[in-house]
């Protein structure tokens, strides 16, 4: 059963960065593409961000394009998700996810993501 463990979540002014990872068990990370989602308090989980099996192609929400970047190293079974110019609204848990969906070379939508980590609390304070 493979496991994603997200870490680098904490609390951030406004305008600053942060970098969170997800490393997952197994052997065979390189074969799925991943994502990153969140939820505010309140709020339905959002897509945020998705990358390719290779890592050559990526996918960002708009509300996050140009401050936020999705990346992979396969090497290391990790996907990282760099978070600049935070602003509180970006107040969220935020998840990664794996994609079983091989048909789709960065899916989007939550139901074509099947695993899914714990979760890594991000606040960001005005």
């Known amino acids: 059963q493979v496991q994603l463990v997200e870490s680098g979540g904490g609390l951030v002014q406004a305008g600053g960065s942060l970098r969170l990872s997800c490393t997952a068990s197994?052997?065979?990370?390189?074969?799925?593409?991943m994502g990153w989602f969140r939820q505010a308090p309140g709020k339905e989980r959002e897509f945020v961000a998705g990358?390719?099996?290779?890592?050559?192609?990526?996918y960002h929400a708009g509300s996050v394009k140009g401050r936020f970047t999705i990346s992979r190293d396969n090497a290391k079974n990790t996907v990282y998700l760099q978070m600049n110019s935070l602003k509180p609204e970006d107040t969220a848990v935020y998840y990664c996810?794996?994609?079983?969906?091989?048909?789709?070379?960065?899916?989007?939508?939550?139901?074509?993501?099947?695993?899914w980590g714990q979760g890594t609390q991000v606040t960001v304070s005005s």
């Open positions: 197994g052997r065979t990370f390189s074969n799925y593409p």
């Open positions: 990358i390719s099996r290779s890592g050559g192609s990526t």
């Open positions: 996810a794996r994609s079983n969906t091989a048909s789709i070379l960065v899916p989007t939508t939550q139901s074509n993501y099947h695993v």
